[in-house]
């Protein structure tokens, strides 16, 4: 790859929702080379703190199960329960390919600050969202949902002490090429030269 295809890799790398996905499989391996490309982010100390629960094909069901029923867990509880959000999030697994619970491990004797745990962890959703650009893939990172519940460990078979980080979306997308924007990157930098 030259640098030129590198900074159009990235500059082109794009969210693409599941609204805009064909609903077509992607294949396992694209999945599992997101996943292997995942795997070689930075690591402070070589804590690698990411892990991924992959939902496809049926599995779909359970991730819609588990986070409706989550859902339904506490909003009945605190009086906030809407039967269409319920309804939405039994339904909307099934618009993407796969979809990814990502959380984060910390090692067992928290050597390192969150903060740099999460880090880690972002850097490894960043490589599965340009492994998927190079591939031709959809994809994007949902904090929504059930992410920030904290019931959600428990539903999702995870330890107290795991952070949910997102829900990552994969599917075939209808278009790839996509608009970005962003503001100039001179508005957030300074330079030090002496
Ligand atoms: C930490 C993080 C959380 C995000 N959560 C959501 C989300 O919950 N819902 C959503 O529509 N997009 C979410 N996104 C995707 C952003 O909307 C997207 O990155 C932004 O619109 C810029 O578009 P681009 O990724 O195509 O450049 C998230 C992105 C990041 C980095």
């Excluded at 900074?7 to 499989?25: A, H």
């Excluded at 959000?85 to 984060?104: A, C, D, G, W």
């Excluded at 910390?106 to 998927?132: H, W």
């Amino acid at each position: 790859m030259t640098t030129t295809e590198l900074n159009s890799l990235i500059k082109s790398r794009r969210s693409v929702f599941p609204k805009d996905y064909t609903g077509e499989k992607v294949d396992d391996a694209i999945v599992q080379q997101m996943l292997e490309n995942a795997n070689w982010a930075p690591t402070h100390k070589f804590t690698e703190p990411w892990r991924f629960i992959v939902y496809t094909d049926e599995g779909r069901k359970k991730l819609a199960e588990l986070q409706a029923a989550v859902y339904k867990q506490k909003t009945e509880l605190d009086g906030t329960f809407k039967e269409e959000r319920y309804q939405n999030l039994l339904t909307k697994p099934f618009e993407s390919s796969h979809i990814m619970l990502v959380y984060m491990k910390r090692d067992e004797k928290k050597s390192l600050p969150e903060i740099e745990e999460m880090g880690a962890v972002f850097c490894a959703i960043q490589n599965m969202y340009l492994t998927a650009t190079a591939y031709g893939v959809g994809c994007y990172l949902s904090t929504g949902g059930v992410t920030f519940f904290k019931e959600s460990n428990a539903a999702f078979g995870l330890s107290p002490d795991d952070r949910i980080v997102g829900f990552f979306h994969i599917g075939q997308p209808k278009n790839t090429n996509l608009a970005g924007r962003r503001n100039p990157v001179e508005s957030k930098v300074t330079w030090v030269k002496g």
